[in-house]
């Protein structure tokens, strides 16, 4: 039953109605290919936005090594509470 739900009958292109599989099939296949391409409609040229940047210094400290000390420290001083993201796992289930 569920089966003839989910099925695709006939499809109306355009003023026409089809109910041939195939053409069916090489409308959907048209729709999505040009609905999803891979070529960006708008670029981050289009805008003139200025985007802050880090000084050089900043940015190696991002990827500077930190200890497991560090880590704990960060993990029990933060409000336990709170999500960190779209996991659902807040800190008090990593302070445990």
Same mark, same amino acid.
């Given at each position: 039953? !569920? !089966? !003839?739900? &989910?099925?695709?009958?006939?499809?109306?292109?355009? &003023?026409? #109605?089809?109910? %041939?599989?195939? %053409? #069916?099939?090489?409308?959907?296949?048209?729709?999505?290919?040009? =609905?999803?391409? %891979?070529?960006?409609? #708008? /670029?981050? $040229? =289009?805008? %003139?936005?200025?985007? &802050? /940047?880090? +000084?050089?210094?900043? $940015?190696?400290?991002?990827?500077? *090594?930190?200890? +497991? +000390?560090?880590?704990?420290?960060? #993990?029990? =001083? $933060?409000?336990? /509470?709170? $999500? *960190?993201?779209?996991?659902?796992?807040?800190?008090?289930?990593?302070?445990?």
């Amino acid at each position: 039953m !569920r !089966r !003839r739900r &989910n099925d695709i009958q006939c499809l109306c292109v355009g &003023n026409n #109605i089809t109910k %041939d599989m195939s %053409d #069916i099939r090489k409308v959907l296949v048209q729709h999505f290919r040009k =609905s999803y391409n %891979d070529v960006p409609t #708008i /670029t981050l $040229a =289009s805008f %003139d936005v200025q985007f &802050n /940047t880090l +000084e050089e210094y900043l $940015a190696k400290n991002l990827e500077v *090594p930190f200890s +497991e +000390e560090e880590a704990w420290l960060v #993990i029990n =001083s $933060a409000d336990g /509470t709170r $999500a *960190p993201g779209p996991d659902g796992f807040n800190l008090n289930f990593f302070k445990k």
